[in-house]
């Protein structure tokens, strides 16, 4: 159980932070990038939830709960070291994957195929799940960076692969099933 008394502890004040192993780094390093990000999705998340409803809300409590395991997974460094660990760190796994991509054939399965793409846009619903996409594909290309230099949990980097897809299917469902997505005309205004 989490129990958070005070909220500022300024022991960020010089520009570092504190990752879920307790080691300190700096607070513009990729790892606190990455994880902050995801927080920034999570954001944005609920706002879209302002305007779902039904089904939809409850798929998305799901995946803003995610997004905080997420992030706990991202914020304690170095896999190798999970065994030695005094709590098992909070990894993202398979099934929250599986999970997404159920969710995604479920919801694709009665929209018409795309034959233009689609502007952000049409409902309240779908342009704040198109921004949900739009951050939660930032936070893939972070974490993807981050894997580069640093251990990161595969897992991790599929779910916010498969999660970016998993709004832009939810957005159309958003625009009456698809009837109501803002096509983009190439070259329109020239």
Same mark, same amino acid.
């Given at each position: 159980?989490?129990?958070?008394?005070?909220?500022?502890?300024?022991?960020?004040?010089?520009?570092?932070?504190?990752?879920?192993?307790?080691?300190?780094?700096?607070?513009?390093? $990729? *790892?606190?990038?990455?994880?902050?990000?995801?927080?920034?999705?999570? /954001?944005? =998340?609920? %706002?879209? &939830?302002?305007?779902?409803?039904?089904?939809?809300?409850?798929?998305?409590?799901?995946?803003?709960?995610?997004?905080?395991?997420?992030?706990?997974?991202?914020?304690?460094?170095?896999?190798?070291?999970?065994?030695?660990?005094?709590y098992p760190p909070l990894?993202?796994?398979?099934?929250?994957?599986?999970?997404?991509?159920?969710?995604?054939?479920?919801?694709?399965?009665?929209?018409?195929? $795309? *034959?233009?793409?689609?502007?952000?846009?049409?409902?309240?619903?779908? /342009?704040? =799940?198109? %921004?949900? &996409?739009?951050?939660?594909?930032?936070?893939?290309?972070?974490?993807?960076?981050?894997?580069?230099?640093?251990?990161?949990n595969p897992w991790a980097?599929?779910?916010?692969?498969?999660?970016?897809?998993?709004?832009?299917?939810?957005?159309r469902l958003a625009n009456?099933?698809?009837?109501?997505?803002?096509?983009?005309?190439?070259?329109?205004?020239?």
């Amino acid at each position: 159980m989490v129990v958070l008394n005070k909220i500022y502890t300024k022991t960020g004040d010089h520009g570092e932070t504190a990752l879920g192993d307790g080691s300190r780094v700096a607070k513009h390093g $990729l *790892r606190v990038t990455a994880y902050g990000t995801v927080d920034e999705a999570n /954001a944005t =998340l609920g %706002l879209a &939830r302002l305007h779902a409803e039904g089904e939809m809300d409850t798929r998305l409590a799901a995946i803003q709960n995610d997004l905080f395991d997420l992030g706990a997974d991202l914020c304690r460094p170095d896999l190798h070291k999970d065994a030695e660990a005094e709590y098992p760190p909070l990894r993202m796994v398979e099934a929250q994957v599986r999970r997404l991509e159920s969710e995604i054939d479920a919801m694709n399965a009665d929209l018409e195929p $795309l *034959r233009s793409f689609i502007l952000p846009g049409g409902s309240a619903l779908a /342009a704040h =799940l198109h %921004l949900c &996409r739009t951050v939660s594909r930032r936070a893939e290309r972070e974490t993807v960076e981050l894997a580069t230099t640093d251990s990161v949990n595969p897992w991790a980097v599929k779910y916010l692969n498969r999660l970016s897809d998993w709004f832009f299917v939810a957005a159309r469902l958003a625009n009456d099933g698809g009837k109501a997505d803002v096509l983009w005309v190439p070259g329109a205004n020239r």
